[in-house]
Structure formats: structure tokens, C-alpha cells
């Protein structure tokens, strides 16, 4: 039981940040004030040329396409009075490769969320072995990992962004249909780099608030309890030695 207890309580300081980081993925890529960041703050109507309602219609579909069980995205739009699809072979097949990649993250989402409760419920709640303080340190034991992980991501991507951005691609996806072409390619245009840029940023204070704010509650709740602690760690000597005479 020791063995078995030390282990997923390893796997449970991994999985706790891995949660919140996946989950904030998941909602930021499933969100329309993302698309609606996008086309607003990079000018996405200039860009590609096409209507509001259009793009609107393409980040509603994209949301779905990533969350059914659609292979190929198409959607129409109408472009110099013609309607055609709005993203060209090259585009589509990179959109397979993206929404492999989120399906991932999703199932790496679902699995952490339900280790992390399981283990609350298994060793803190149903076995009864363990405490609820020892449960705060282990949070802020794997939220400290998660912040330290998040904020060497972040100081990379302040360095260079461009140059982090391009190792993330060539080591996510085996080919190379993310090289896209700015000029006519309207999935680059919707979504240019430094929109990614700025969705990193998010990401990160998304997953630092949420972090602090678990932390907080952990640390206070140690800092209210020690003294609880430390009055029946001293009653415990008294007691053996009652018992004993």
C-alpha cells in the first residue's frame, strides 16, 4: 500500500497542473471570444477578404469541427461575389493534423481531471488515509512544478517567440503543412502569429491565477491548521505515558 500510495501520489502532483493546463487550452480553443480576439485585433476581414458573418460562420465551425467526429473541415464562404471553400487542400490537411493534436489534449485533459479527483476521493475521502493537509501540500507541491514548467515556457517565448513557435511546429507535427503563405492562405491570415503570441500570454496568466489561487487557499488552510497540529502532536507523548503507568 505504501508503494502504491507513493506513486499516485507522484501521478497525482504531475496530473493537478497538467489539468489546469489542458483545461485552459480547451477553453480558450472552444470559446468565440477567441475567434472574435482574432478577427477584431488583427483585422481578420481586411486580411482575407471576406464578410464579418462569414468569418463568424468559419470560427463557429471550426469549434465544431474540433469537437465532432469529422475527419476533413469544409465550410463555404463567398469571396469576389463567388462561393467556394474557405480553406485550399494545404490548409485542410494541416487542420487534420491540428485537430489530432487537440483530441490529444483533450483526452490528456479528461484523464488528469479524473486521477486528480480520484485520488481525492480514493485516499482522502473512501480509504480515509491521509489528510487534508498533507492534500494542500501536495497541491502546492505540483502547482509549484506547474508554475516553474509555465514560466520556463513563457521566458523561452519572451526570448524569441518566432524561433519557439517554429521548434513547437516542427516537433508536433511531421510534416510540414503548418508553413503556410500569408499572402493567400486564409487560416494563417485569421490566425497569424502573433495572435498564437498572444494566446500563449493568456494561457499563462489564465493558468497563474488559477494556480495562486489554489495555492492560497492551500497555504492558508496550512497556516490555520498548524497550530491545531502542533497542540496534538504535543498531546500524543502525554497520552502514551498516561497509558503506560
Known sequence: MGFARTLATIIFVIALPVALVTSNIRILLNTPLTYDYAFDRYDAEAATGLSRDDLNSVGGGLR??????????????????????????????HLQDVKELV???????????????????AFFIWARDGNVRQLAMHCLVGLALGLLAVGSVGFVAALGFDAAWERFHN???????????TRTDHLIQMFPEPFWRDMTIFLGIMCGVEALLIGAASAVYLLGTRTERRRLARSVPVASNTQAA
Do not use: C, M
Open 64 to 93: 465544431d469541427y474540433f469537437n465532432n467526429g469529422e475527419k476533413t473541415f469544409y465550410q463555404t464562404v463567398t469571396e469576389d461575389g463567388l462561393e467556394g471553400p474557405v480553406f485550399n487542400a494545404r490548409e485542410t490537411r
Open 103 to 121: 483530441v490529444w489534449v483533450n483526452r490528456i485533459q479528461e484523464l488528469s481531471i479524473v486521477f486528480v479527483l480520484a485520488y481525492v476521493v
Open 171 to 181: 516537433i508536433a507535427f511531421a510534416n510540414d503543412f503548418w508553413l503556410l503563405n
